[in-house]
């Protein structure tokens, strides 16, 4: 099974600020990464695919990178709506594993 | 638009059994497969599996199999979930999303169903 490793777990951050989080697998899966974001008493959303896809409707200060094993998932300037946890998710192999989340906090 | 709701939530004993729906809309049902993910509370996502819509053939992850079967009816574009002797530690959210082929992500997702396994 591929392993995900989101880096941090949380973090604290004020709008506008840009925010970085990082997901690593434990093995090669080009660029089979997907990010979610969770807000409380919400079903996950998509908002990255492929590594570096916006969804359609996601605001474009949210943006992927990555291939083969290091992704980052990077909030250009944090709105209040953003505050939020965020999964990576790889769609490489079977099972479909999530990282464990980051929690972006005020 | 694209919909998927869930079934509301549960409350069960434990050993009790509980069958969850996902009702689709919006799109051909058999053309997306339709995946389960479950969250404990205040923690993260777990892949249950899948279920193809065309065959009806499932595939669970390492630790969903046995109390845990999905099925479809696709005369009414739902999928469902049950889940048999019920544990406390099956206390959760269950989410169903759908998955267009192999290697994309999930676009949509259900509300959620909250099943509460307590004596």
């Known amino acids: 099974d591929i392993q995900m490793t989101q880096s941090p777990s949380s973090l604290s951050a004020s709008v506008g600020d840009r925010v970085t989080i990082t997901c690593r697998a434990s093995q090669f899966m080009s660029k089979f990464l997907n990010w979610y974001q969770q807000k409380p008493g919400q079903a996950p959303k998509l908002l990255i695919y492929?590594?570096?896809n916006l969804q359609s409707g996601v605001p474009s200060r949210f943006s992927g990178s990555g291939a083969g094993t290091d992704f980052t998932l990077t909030i250009s300037s944090l709105q209040p709506e953003d505050f939020a946890t965020y999964y990576c998710q790889q769609s490489y192999s079977a099972p479909r594993t999530f990282g464990q989340g980051t929690k972006v906090e005020v | 638009q694209v919909q998927l709701v869930q079934s509301g939530s549960e409350l069960k004993k434990p050993g009790a059994s509980v069958k969850l729906s996902c009702k689709a809309s919006g799109y051909t049902f058999t053309s997306y497969a339709i995946n389960w993910v479950r969250q404990a509370p205040g923690q993260g996502l777990e892949w249950m599996g899948w279920i193809d819509t065309n065959t009806g053939d499932p595939s669970y992850a390492q630790g969903f199999t046995g109390r845990f079967v999905f099925s479809l009816d696709t005369s009414v574009s739902t999928a469902y979930l049950q889940i048999s002797s019920l544990k406390a530690e099956d206390t959760a959210i269950y989410y169903c999303a759908r998955l267009y082929s192999p290697g994309n992500p999930f676009d949509f997702w259900g509300q959620g169903s909250l099943v509460t396994v307590s004596s």
């Open positions: 492929a590594a570096s």
